[in-house]
């Protein structure tokens, strides 16, 4: 969808303008397009270099599993010492890890981080 902004006096003939004001502001309801979103993870997932030569089905079956979680700056993830049970893949920003024994470690984007996997 394209949003184009012009002077009424420059509207194509065969298109209605719009009613000014906020008021009149249209909002759509606009569903998630599926495939889009597995463009997206697919396009996260390929650029991790463990992930480079997975078979097809394997990919298909991560794209599958996979769901988006997204954290709030400065939110917890997981505490050292708990049991590790997912595996995460930065798909934006940066995560800042602290552990007793290495001290703070910063992970960027499309790394592949758990500590608790380690």
């Known amino acids: 969808m394209y949003l184009y902004h012009i002077a009424h006096k420059d509207l194509p003939p065969d298109l209605k303008g719009a009613k000014t004001g906020i008021e009149n502001t249209l909002v759509l309801d ?27 089905r ?13 954290v709030k700056a400065g939110e917890l993830v997981i505490k050292e010492g708990e049991k590790g049970e997912k595996f995460y893949i930065i798909a934006e920003g940066i995560v800042r890890a602290f552990s007793e024994k290495i001290g703070y470690e910063k992970i960027p984007k499309t790394a592949v981080a758990h500590l608790a996997l380690r």
């Open 30 to 56: 606009v569903k998630e397009n599926k495939l889009l979103a597995a463009y997206k993870k697919l396009d996260i997932i390929s650029s991790i270099d463990i992930f480079q030569n997975l078979p097809l």
């Open 58 to 70: 394997k990919v298909r079956d991560l794209l599958e599993s996979s769901k988006v979680e997204k």
